[in-house]
Structures are given as C-alpha cells and as structure tokens.
C-alpha cells in the first residue's frame, strides 16, 4: 500500500487531515466534566468488544492470536446455511435426513448437546436451524453439512471458504460441530466480524439466536445463552466449551440503538463466562460516547491524481463519519488516510478511493471506506505529461530515501 500526496502517514502532509486530528483535540476539551472512563480488564484469555455500527474496537485482548472455537464454529455452519437459504438453494421447509452417521456422533447417544433428532427422520431446514442454534446440536450440524455437501469434512472446507471470502483469513474449520480437533482455530477479531455480518446480512434469520428455547422429539431445551436472560438488551449469539478450550461465548446486545457485539473465550466454567461477557457489555455502553466527526457529505481528506485535469480528489464517506470515544479521556486520537496511490484519472465520483483510519493508542477505533467526492476527467496531454515527470522523479527520491 503506497501512500499518494495526501499525507496519510503523517498530518503535517496535510491541512486536512491535520484538522481531524485537531477536531478530535478540540472534542475532547469540550467535555472536562464528565467522568474518565475507567480501565477495563477482563479475565478472558482471549476477549474482544466492538461496537456494530461503527467497528469500533472498544477493548481487546489477544484478539488475532488463534484458538479453539468449540461450538463458537456453529456460527460459521449457520452462515452457511444462512447463505444456501439466500441463494435460492434451500428453503426453511427443505428437509433434512438424519443420517446414523449425524445420530451417532451427534444424537442423544453421543452425550454432547443434541437436538435429540430420531435417526433417519426427515427434520425441515427451520427446525434443523433451531436445533443447531438455540440447543447447540450435534446432530443438527452434521444432518446440515451432509445435506449441504455430502459429508461434514467437505461442508468444512465450505465453512472455510466462506468465512474467507469475507477477509477472515486466519479461520480454519474442520468440522461443522465445533468439536475438537488441532486443525480447527478462530481468532476473537475473526468472530466478532462473523457475528456483526450475520446480524446485519440476515436479520431475519438472525432472531433464531435470541429465541429463549425450542422443543423437539418432545424435549424442551433453553437457550444455552446466558445473556438473553439479563436485562441488558442481548439478543444473541452463542457459547462454547470443551475442554481443550474452556468456556466460551460470542454474544450481542442493543440499547438505546447502539448495539455491541462480545467475544470471550478460555474461562474455567459458565458462570465466569456470563459474567465477564455481561461485564464488557455493560461497561461498553457506560464507559463511552458517540461524537460525530464529519456530517453527511463533508470532505474527509483528499488524495492524489495522476494525469487527471486536477492533481486531487476530495474523499467523503457514506453519511456521517461517527466516532465512539471514552468518556472524558484526554488519549490522543491518530487518523491517517490510506489509498493506493496515486490514483489514476479518469476517477468517478462515488469510486471507493481509500479508507479512513483512527486508532486510540493500539487500538482501531474505526475503519471506513471513502469515496471520490467528485469526477476528475483524464488531463490534456501536457498535464498527464508533466504528472509523469513528476511521478517518476518522486519515485526515484523514494528509492533514494528506501537506500539511505
């Protein structure tokens, strides 16, 4: 990733992004009355808090290093059932045989959780998903990978796949269950990511994570997660445990309109686990505050053109740039713009340029795409001419510095 005339890596560069930087000062001295919020540390090994609208990292610890995700992967197997469904391939009255191979090791004989399916029964792809989400079962994971790809191992490599396609490089599935195996990690970011896109790709569908409990074969079972019986506005997702792992939960609750979205992983028993999940939830919603940055259609930065009848652009962002801050916290705030540059003309307006970066010490407190606010049009032959020179004698003071 090169950086093109705007001055992403450092603000004097740049008038413009030396006014975000000062904006963000000047945010912060307007509110010397409020309380600072306090240091958070959890007791998870492996923790994570964002916030959804904004992908705002509140907290986080050992957020990228690998681990076992236990039943946690039960999100990647309904992403992709989710997917099958929006795709026009599976429908909720699909059914779904009950393989022995899916009794034996997933049914009430195997002794995980299970959804207590009758062995080659005909189950509707609506109450598999129930079964494998609000009950956690075995059965329900492995009946839905055999339907979908023939065999659980190759469904994993879908799993895989899938979660790739969405920038989450780091996961590796092996099964559709979550059960052990050395090959099969996750990181907390990684988890997060794939809990905020299913909330927001399928709402519909999302609302089975938050259903209390579901009966099949005539057994009752509740929700194994712990969140949707506290009163802080949860409304998802799921928890896990093996003992390769310990305990663990991907969890997400909504109030006042902001919803945020947990991940804990690695605690000795349940009862740790909800109160920790509770505990990052809570003081995420009391420990900061949302201030705007940039209204609609405000320019952001600018970026550089080669051969364009101007040498830059002004970058906006889809509606207003919102930031979520600690209360009171005088930290400083450093927001670079990064973009492959420089961009080459014709430029569109509306063309994804670059993105908008803010950290709050090592943390990413945001992370937007920006946007050509205008066309350039290609330059005249003397213009696109004298870009080149210039192109071309910046490169070589690059290289020079690079040698130095």
């Known amino acids: 990733m090169t950086q093109g005339r705007s001055g992403m890596a450092r603000a004097h560069h740049s008038p413009v992004l030396g006014a975000v930087l000062a904006l963000f000062a000047i945010l912060f001295l307007l509110a010397p009355g409020l309380a600072r919020a306090q240091a958070f540390q959890s007791a998870a090994p492996y923790a994570i808090l964002v916030d959804s609208a904004s992908g705002a990292v509140l907290y986080e610890k050992a957020a990228d290093e690998l681990m076992v995700p236990a039943s946690l992967a039960k999100l990647a197997t309904a992403l992709v059932a989710f ?3 929006a795709a026009g391939k599976m429908t909720l009255d699909t059914e779904i045989s009950i393989s022995e191979n899916a009794w034996r090791k997933g049914g009430g004989v195997s002794g995980g959780s299970t959804m ?3 062995v080659h029964s005909r189950v509707k792809l609506g109450d598999i998903l129930q079964g494998l989400i609000v009950q956690s079962g075995n059965d329900a994971a492995i009946a839905l990978a055999e339907a979908v790809a023939g065999d659980e191992a190759s469904f994993a490599r879908i799993m895989t796949e899938r979660v790739h396609a969405l920038g989450l490089t ?3 599935f092996r099964n559709a269950t979550g059960m052990a195996d050395p090959q099969q990690k996750v990181t907390a970011r990684e988890l997060a990511f794939l809990a905020d896109h299913i909330i927001k790709t399928y709402p519909e569908l999302y609302r ?4 209390r409990d579901f009966t099949w074969n005539k057994i009752k079972q509740s929700n194994r997660n712990p969140l949707l019986t506290m009163d802080i506005g949860a409304d998802g997702l799921k928890t896990g445990n093996i003992d390769e792992t310990g305990y663990g939960l991907v969890g997400s609750a909504v109030q006042k309109g902001q919803r945020l979205i947990v991940v804990v992983n690695g605690l000795k028993n349940a009862r740790d686990r909800a109160a920790e999940a509770r505990k990052l939830l809570e003081w995420g919603f009391r ?3 949302q201030r705007q940055v940039f209204a609609e259609g405000e320019t952001v ?5 080669f051969g364009g009848e101007k040498g830059r652009v002004a970058l906006k962002a889809k509606g207003p740039v919102n930031l979520l801050v600690p209360r009171g916290s005088s930290e400083r705030l450093n927001a670079r713009i990064v973009y492959r540059g420089p961009l080459q003309a014709p430029v569109a307006e509306g063309t994804e340029v670059g ?8 943390i990413k407190t945001l992370e937007i795409p920006l946007y050509a606010a205008e066309s350039v049009a290609a330059g005249t032959l003397q ?17 020079a510095l690079k040698r130095s």
Not at 383 to 399: I, P, S
């Open 83 to 85: 997917q099958e469904i």
């Open 116 to 118: 207590f399916a009758i």
């Open 170 to 172: 780091k996961s590796q």
């Open 208 to 211: 089975i994570f938050g259903q």
């Open 287 to 289: 420990s900061f505050e």
């Open 301 to 305: 930065g600018e970026a550089s053109v």
């Open 355 to 362: 993105r908008l970066l803010v950290t709050r010490g090592e």
């Open 383 to 399: 213009q696109r001419a004298f870009d080149a020179l210039m192109e071309a004698a910046t490169g070589w003071v690059r290289k």
